[in-house]
């Protein structure tokens, strides 16, 4: 089956470590996408990548960081310079070319600061 | 600045009482505006895509509108497994390929 896979489903975080939110799609899609979701707040973009070994900040890039070496992976490492890191990260993935652009998300990663 | 505001916040229904969620935006140039089905603790789920202005997409007991401003999300005789967050997001044709969501309509159909 086709569709995006996130691990881990929960991650708990010492303050002043630095984790990695894994990303992997078989969908063929090029472009890949970070979110953050907080209650009461939308979606809201993190990093996001139209090619191999090139990405982009979205609105809220300061505290992580992305690498996009295969098509197939987007991991997320959430920095110590995150001040409020506790949300839950979704990945998702688009293709890039055509008239419909929707993105398909994973399932999510909760990560809590302890 | 692209806006998109999602009313209500919350909608309790009775099984079978229909109703319409609201989607109003602000984008410069819309590309598309999409619809997404979301359950507790999992990532949001792809309903529909509308691209311009009188166009209609239909799915079982949902049906999604769109006009210049605003978009509604009709649920017909509703039943509990349709209780959910429904987000909805607009793609600004300035930010091809990012999406930009409300904060989503919590619906719970009572049975």
């Known amino acids: 089956d086709g569709g995006i896979t996130q691990s881990p489903k929960y991650l708990f975080r010492k303050e002043g470590q630095n984790v990695t939110l894994s990303c992997e799609q078989n969908?063929?899609?090029?472009?890949m996408y970070w979110y953050r979701q907080d209650p009461g707040q939308g979606l809201r973009l993190i990093y996001y990548?139209?090619?191999?070994?090139?990405?982009q900040k979205g609105d809220i890039a300061e505290g992580y960081s992305v690498s996009r070496e295969k098509k197939e992976s987007f991991p997320l490492t959430v920095t110590s310079a995150q001040k409020n890191p506790t949300a839950f990260y979704l990945c998702?993935?688009?293709?890039?070319?055509?008239?419909?652009?929707?993105?398909?998300f994973g399932p999510g990663t909760r990560l809590t600061v302890l | 600045e692209d806006q998109v505001t999602q009313s209500p916040e919350a909608l309790r229904l009775q099984e079978g009482e229909s109703s319409s969620l609201n989607c109003s935006y602000t984008?410069?140039?819309?590309?598309?505006l999409f619809w997404y089905r979301q359950d507790p603790g999992k990532g949001p789920e792809f309903l529909f895509t509308?691209?311009?202005a009188g166009e209609e997409k239909e799915k079982e007991r949902l049906k999604a509108t769109l006009t210049k401003k605003e978009s509604f999300l009709h649920i017909t005789a509703p039943k509990p497994e349709d209780s959910a967050t429904y987000l909805c997001?607009?793609?600004?044709?300035?930010?091809?390929?990012?999406?930009?969501f409300g904060t989503g309509t919590r619906l719970t159909v009572i049975p």
């Open positions: 997001a607009v793609q600004a044709v300035r930010r091809a390929n990012n999406l930009f």
């Open positions: 509308l691209y311009s």
């Open positions: 984008v410069s140039g819309l590309r598309g």
């Open positions: 998702a993935s688009s293709i890039v070319q055509g008239a419909s652009n929707e993105q398909f």
């Open positions: 969908l063929n899609h090029d472009a």
């Open positions: 990548s139209q090619i191999v070994n090139d990405f």
